[in-house]
């Protein structure tokens, strides 16, 4: 694969990705996909949907987990709902994410990806051991189908994603990094996060963002926006990927599924800068 194929977030069935006709339009090589649901996690689909992609010219470079239940309305509800911490789903999330990644298997593709939720900040607490046990539970599994697992940024500062990462201790489990979700949950500044975390960096997201205002920075949402509208600094954050060496793919993700035509229209403006500003820090 080239250095920094575009690609784009995209649903089989359902999810907060792109539908699989608009990337076919856009003519992006490669898409992250939102986990389809059980029902259509099968052989029979998995074959389908690849003979899709590659009638398309379509690689398939990750599969985010997602689960019933989980909401974003904000920042104390996605503390509640989100990824494998909220206890009582947590067994039952564990295992629906081991079938998730035999359905990745099933697709060609190495890594699996997730929002594994608000890591308790306490890293002596009983909360936080049982979730270091139960990711370990799931990196096995992964592992045996010869994976990775990329967590998601935001939830959790640099420093504490880090250590959460060692504390894990498997040698499996690295980063999906998502710029705009440092700003959107107030974590920290995203360049410098990405400079702190960037060894760990597998994938990445090209999403932006602005800041909530000072004072509810941290608990209520900043807003997401069109690629380059916002404050991440589109043109910094390549370079810095550049300077860390990354090549994989950039993965444009734009969460407005309630307005398909929009989303359809910022992701054809963002594969338009990403182009642009590709050839200008590679020369190619
Ligand atoms: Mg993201």
Redesign the pocket.
């Known amino acids: 694969m080239t250095t920094w194929p575009i690609g784009v977030?995209a649903s089989i069935d359902a999810g907060l990705g792109v539908h699989f006709d608009v990337v076919r339009e856009l003519k992006v090589p490669t898409i992250q996909l939102h986990a389809p649901h059980a029902a259509t996690r099968t052989a029979a689909s998995a074959t389908a949907f690849l003979k899709k992609c590659a009638d398309a010219g379509i690689t398939v470079t990750a599969v985010f987990g997602g689960f019933d239940g989980e909401s974003y309305a904000d920042i104390a509800t996605s503390a509640r709902t989100v990824g494998l911490v909220p206890e009582e789903s947590r067994a039952a999330r564990v295992q629906e994410m081991k079938e998730i990644s035999d359905f990745t298997r099933l697709l060609n593709c190495n890594t699996v990806a997730l929002?594994i939720g608000f890591v308790p900040h306490d890293t002596a607490s009983a909360e936080y051991r049982d979730l270091i046990t139960a990711t370990q539970d799931l990196l096995d599994h992964i592992a045996g189908n010869g994976q990775q697992l990329n967590l998601?940024?935001?939830q959790e500062s640099a420093d504490h994603l880090m250590q959460f990462i060692d504390d894990v201790g498997r040698n499996n489990l690295y980063i999906?990094f998502?710029p705009?979700?440092m700003i959107l949950y107030g974590t920290g500044e995203p360049i410098a996060a990405l400079k702190k975390v960037g060894h760990f960096v597998r994938s990445i997201?090209c999403?932006d963002a602005r800041w909530a205002a000072p004072d509810v920075r941290g608990t209520g949402w900043g807003q997401e926006v069109p690629l380059g509208d916002g404050d991440v600094g589109m043109e910094t954050y390549l370079r810095t990927l550049h300077e860390l060496g990354y090549t994989g793919p950039l993965t444009i993700?734009r969460?407005i599924p309630q307005d398909p035509e929009r989303q359809k229209a910022d992701i054809g403006q963002a594969v338009r800068l990403l182009t642009h500003l590709r050839a200008k820090i590679l020369g190619s």
């Open positions: 977030f929002h998601e940024t935001g999906n998502d705009a979700n997201h999403k993700e969460e």
